[in-house]
């Protein structure tokens, strides 16, 4: 007698049949996506959610409703504040053991998208994403699954996501107006790009507001966007120190990479820092205490924000009462990078 289709959980030949491809395909498409077409990939996508199939050991787990499996959405591996911030949320999640899978957007919002798609295809049960500046069906996806989120890292003020991270406009403002209190009033600003990047587009309006309320602006000609390296922070200082007059007395640069490039030049060049000219960054790296001299920063407790992400998450799988996170503090770290203007 053939089994009736509804004594038995879904399998890969159901999915295959709705979707109208073969079994192997189903395979590629979650094994290797990049194998498979986009447009029969989704299809695929679709299908197996609506019948509520997941590969292998996700599938194996489909009868208890549990995957154990949870993701995180960052920009890029190539930086501290992120991997910190993922050892520390895997490390939470691990020891209620559930597995995170990491995806990488790489700073492109597309991408992202797809992450996020085939991670929810996987079976994840929750997501904590970098940034809530995304395509709105990466959110859509998210809700349409009913999978508890959080975004990290950023913490704006009436944000519509839930949240676990600092105000990154406070927190620049905060930097900007300890300038300011030491007498500069001409600045200049070394960031990273700020395409698609709340996080960056956050930052330089602490910086414009704080300045706007003594009665001032950036000169346009004063503000270098590039990527966060050490070559593009000496490259920007050459350039702003040399072209013409007036010259800013104090540097706000994005990141500490940005801001130890700027150190390096400012030596080359014979300047004086911070006699003739205060420099800042931003993230406390270890080196940033060991830089000649030592840089003036803003710290964030980057271990923190992970381990309350990965605790907001677990409560929202368990069903048990949330706390409106507050938003963490950028604490300013003062070193002898900066000092008074003119001094």
Same mark, same amino acid.
């Given at each position: 007698m053939r089994e009736s289709r509804t004594s038995r959980p879904p399998r890969a030949i159901?999915?295959?049949?709705?979707?109208?491809?073969?079994? +192997?395909?189903?395979?590629? +498409?979650?094994n290797a996506p990049e194998k498979v077409l986009p447009?029969?990939?989704?299809?695929?996508?679709?299908?197996?959610?609506?019948?509520?199939?997941?590969?292998?050991? +996700?599938?194996?787990?489909?009868? *208890?409703?549990?995957?154990?499996?949870a993701g995180v959405l960052i920009p890029t591996l190539d930086?501290?504040?992120?991997?910190?911030?993922?050892?520390?949320? #895997?490390?939470?999640? *691990? $020891?209620?053991?559930?597995?995170?899978?990491? &995806?990488?957007?790489?700073?492109?919002?597309?991408?992202?998208?797809? #992450?996020?798609?085939?991670?929810?295809?996987?079976?994840?049960?929750?997501?904590?994403?970098?940034?809530?500046?995304?395509?709105?069906e990466l959110f859509e996806m998210i809700s349409a699954r009913g999978v508890p989120y959080v975004v990290m890292y950023s913490h704006p003020p009436k944000s519509a996501h @839930?949240?676990?991270?600092f105000d990154n406009q406070a927190a620049f403002s905060k930097l900007t107006r300890y300038l300011l209190d030491l007498g500069h009033r001409s600045f200049a600003v070394i960031h990273q790009p700020s395409l698609d990047n709340d996080r960056v587009l956050a930052r330089l $309006? &602490?910086?414009?507001?704080a300045l706007a309320s003594e009665g001032l602006a950036l000169r346009p000609q004063h503000v270098f966007e590039g990527q966060a390296t050490f070559e593009f922070g000496r490259e920007s200082l050459r350039k702003c120190l040399d072209g013409p007059a007036p010259h800013p007395t104090a540097i706000i640069c994005g990141n500490d990479t940005l801001a130890i490039g700027a150190l390096i030049e400012a030596r080359a060049m014979g300047i004086d820092v911070p006699g003739a000219l205060s420099i800042t &960054?931003?993230?406390?790296?270890?080196?940033?205490?060991?830089t000649s001299p030592p840089l003036t920063t803003m710290r964030v407790d980057n271990v923190a924000i992970g381990k309350a992400a990965a605790d907001y998450l677990l409560n929202r799988? *368990?069903?048990?009462?949330?706390? @409106?996170q507050d938003a963490f503090e950028a604490e300013l770290i003062v070193r002898g990078s900066t000092g008074p203007a003119g001094a």
């Open positions: 159901d999915v295959a049949a709705a979707a109208g491809v073969s079994t +192997a395909t189903v395979s590629r +498409a979650f447009e029969v990939r989704d299809k695929i996508f679709a299908v197996a959610a609506e019948l509520g199939w997941l590969p292998n050991a +996700a599938g194996a787990a489909l009868a *208890s409703r549990r995957t154990w499996l930086h501290d504040v992120f991997a910190a911030q993922v050892n520390a949320l #895997q490390a939470r999640l *691990s $020891a209620s053991g559930i597995t995170v899978l990491i &995806g990488c957007s790489n700073y492109d919002l597309d991408e992202a998208t797809e #992450q996020v798609r085939v991670m929810l295809a996987r079976g994840i049960e929750a997501l904590a994403v970098v940034g809530e500046l995304q395509r709105p @839930p949240c676990v991270g $309006a &602490g910086i414009r507001d &960054g931003f993230d406390d790296l270890p080196i940033a205490e060991f799988l *368990s069903q048990q009462p949330i706390v @409106p």
